[in-house]
Protein backbone atom coordinates (compact mmCIF):
# COMPACT_ATOMS: atom_id res chain seq x y z
CA UNK A 1 0.00 0.00 0.00
CA UNK A 2 1.37 3.55 -0.76
CA UNK A 3 1.58 6.00 1.40
CA UNK A 4 -1.75 8.63 2.09
CA UNK A 5 -0.69 12.09 0.01
CA UNK A 6 -1.71 13.86 2.94
CA UNK A 7 -0.85 12.42 5.71
CA UNK A 8 3.21 13.23 5.70
CA UNK A 9 2.88 17.06 4.29
CA UNK A 10 2.49 20.39 5.93
CA UNK A 11 -0.31 22.42 5.12
CA UNK A 12 1.98 24.50 2.77
CA UNK A 13 2.96 21.31 0.91
CA UNK A 14 -0.35 19.94 0.32
CA UNK A 15 -1.69 21.49 -3.33
CA UNK A 16 -3.82 24.13 -3.18
CA UNK A 17 -6.74 22.00 -4.86
CA UNK A 18 -6.13 19.40 -1.97
CA UNK A 19 -6.05 21.76 1.07
CA UNK A 20 -10.04 21.68 1.35
CA UNK A 21 -9.47 17.77 2.07
CA UNK A 22 -8.27 19.07 5.57
CA UNK A 23 -10.60 19.32 8.34
CA UNK A 24 -8.54 22.74 9.53
CA UNK A 25 -8.68 24.06 6.18
CA UNK A 26 -12.43 24.02 6.09
CA UNK A 27 -12.79 24.94 9.95
CA UNK A 28 -11.10 28.42 8.97
CA UNK A 29 -13.79 29.68 6.74
CA UNK A 30 -15.85 30.23 9.01
CA UNK A 31 -14.61 32.74 10.40
CA UNK A 32 -18.05 35.49 10.13
CA UNK A 33 -20.77 31.95 10.54
CA UNK A 34 -23.32 32.80 12.56
CA UNK A 35 -23.92 29.71 15.00
CA UNK A 36 -20.41 29.34 16.82
CA UNK A 37 -21.32 27.77 20.77
CA UNK A 38 -24.63 25.68 21.51
CA UNK A 39 -25.78 24.70 18.28
CA UNK A 40 -25.95 21.49 15.82
CA UNK A 41 -23.87 23.08 13.18
CA UNK A 42 -20.87 24.85 14.48
CA UNK A 43 -17.88 25.37 12.59
CA UNK A 44 -16.09 22.23 13.66
CA UNK A 45 -19.28 19.63 12.80
CA UNK A 46 -19.96 21.64 9.11
CA UNK A 47 -16.45 21.22 8.51
CA UNK A 48 -16.55 17.78 9.29
CA UNK A 49 -19.85 17.25 7.24
CA UNK A 50 -17.29 18.22 4.60
CA UNK A 51 -18.95 21.97 4.50
CA UNK A 52 -17.18 25.23 3.73
CA UNK A 53 -18.40 28.69 4.49
CA UNK A 54 -18.91 30.37 1.44
CA UNK A 55 -21.08 33.62 2.56
CA UNK A 56 -22.42 36.27 0.20
CA UNK A 57 -23.60 39.83 0.74
CA UNK A 58 -27.02 38.37 0.93
CA UNK A 59 -26.85 35.20 2.59
CA UNK A 60 -24.68 34.81 5.12
CA UNK A 61 -25.04 31.50 6.24
CA UNK A 62 -24.14 29.71 2.74
CA UNK A 63 -22.02 26.40 3.27
CA UNK A 64 -20.83 24.42 0.22
CA UNK A 65 -19.30 21.08 0.50
CA UNK A 66 -15.88 21.08 -1.04
CA UNK A 67 -16.45 17.94 -2.50
CA UNK A 68 -20.14 17.49 -4.37
CA UNK A 69 -19.90 21.48 -4.27
CA UNK A 70 -23.57 20.86 -3.05
CA UNK A 71 -24.92 24.12 -1.81
CA UNK A 72 -27.22 25.17 1.94
CA UNK A 73 -28.48 27.71 3.25
CA UNK A 74 -30.83 29.33 5.46
CA UNK A 75 -29.62 26.63 8.59
CA UNK A 76 -30.73 26.85 11.97
CA UNK A 77 -28.84 26.23 15.16
CA UNK A 78 -30.88 22.86 15.76
CA UNK A 79 -29.68 21.61 11.92
CA UNK A 80 -27.00 18.40 12.22
CA UNK A 81 -24.84 19.04 9.31
CA UNK A 82 -24.10 15.20 8.07
CA UNK A 83 -27.85 14.86 8.42
CA UNK A 84 -28.33 17.66 6.00
CA UNK A 85 -25.70 16.53 3.77
CA UNK A 86 -27.07 13.52 3.45
CA UNK A 87 -30.47 14.58 2.88
CA UNK A 88 -29.67 16.76 0.25
CA UNK A 89 -26.86 14.93 -1.49
CA UNK A 90 -26.89 11.04 -0.24
CA UNK A 91 -24.77 10.31 -3.00
CA UNK A 92 -21.51 12.34 -1.65
CA UNK A 93 -18.37 9.98 -1.74
CA UNK A 94 -16.62 12.47 0.49
CA UNK A 95 -19.57 11.87 3.17
CA UNK A 96 -19.75 8.14 2.87
CA UNK A 97 -16.05 6.84 2.88
CA UNK A 98 -15.60 4.60 6.16
CA UNK A 99 -12.25 5.58 6.51
CA UNK A 100 -10.47 8.85 7.16
CA UNK A 101 -8.75 11.34 4.29
CA UNK A 102 -5.33 10.61 6.32
CA UNK A 103 -5.64 6.78 6.24
CA UNK A 104 -6.18 6.40 2.63
CA UNK A 105 -3.63 5.17 0.28
CA UNK A 106 -3.13 6.96 -2.88
CA UNK A 107 -4.78 5.11 -4.95
CA UNK A 108 -7.71 5.64 -2.92
CA UNK A 109 -6.73 9.09 -2.50
CA UNK A 110 -6.53 9.67 -5.92
CA UNK A 111 -10.06 7.20 -6.78
CA UNK A 112 -11.87 9.91 -4.74
CA UNK A 113 -10.30 13.37 -5.84
CA UNK A 114 -11.01 12.12 -9.41
CA UNK A 115 -14.35 12.15 -8.14
CA UNK A 116 -14.29 15.84 -6.88
CA UNK A 117 -13.47 16.69 -10.19
CA UNK A 118 -15.72 15.18 -11.89
CA UNK A 119 -18.14 17.16 -9.46
CA UNK A 120 -16.97 20.28 -9.77
CA UNK A 121 -16.82 20.27 -13.76
CA UNK A 122 -20.07 18.74 -13.68
CA UNK A 123 -20.43 22.22 -11.71
CA UNK A 124 -18.72 24.91 -13.72
CA UNK A 125 -20.55 23.01 -17.09
CA UNK A 126 -24.10 23.80 -15.43
CA UNK A 127 -23.21 26.87 -14.57
CA UNK A 128 -22.36 27.67 -17.98
CA UNK A 129 -25.22 26.31 -19.63
CA UNK A 130 -27.39 28.61 -17.73
CA UNK A 131 -25.55 31.55 -18.33
CA UNK A 132 -25.70 30.85 -22.18
CA UNK A 133 -29.41 30.46 -21.48
CA UNK A 134 -29.92 33.36 -19.86
CA UNK A 135 -27.88 35.38 -22.55
CA UNK A 136 -30.33 33.43 -25.42
CA UNK A 137 -33.29 34.77 -23.45
CA UNK A 138 -31.91 38.19 -23.71
CA UNK A 139 -31.04 37.88 -27.29
CA UNK A 140 -34.69 36.35 -27.80
CA UNK A 141 -36.35 39.63 -25.94
CA UNK A 142 -34.06 42.21 -27.86
CA UNK A 143 -34.96 40.20 -31.62
CA UNK A 144 -39.15 40.46 -30.08
CA UNK A 145 -38.50 43.90 -29.52
CA UNK A 146 -37.29 44.58 -33.12
CA UNK A 147 -40.53 43.21 -34.36
CA UNK A 148 -38.18 40.33 -35.98
CA UNK A 149 -39.54 36.96 -37.37
CA UNK A 150 -39.04 34.78 -34.18
CA UNK A 151 -40.12 31.65 -36.10
CA UNK A 152 -37.18 31.02 -37.88
CA UNK A 153 -35.32 31.03 -34.67
CA UNK A 154 -37.56 28.20 -33.49
Not at 12 to 17: G, R
Amino acid sequence: MLKAPLASLGDSEIPEQWRLYLLDSRIRTYSNWPFIEGCACTPARMAAAGFIHCPSENSPDVAQCFFCFKELEGWEPDDDPMEEHKKHSSGCAFINIKKKIENLSQNEFLKLDKERLKNETQKKVMQKIDQFQEAAKQVRSSIQKMGLDMSALE
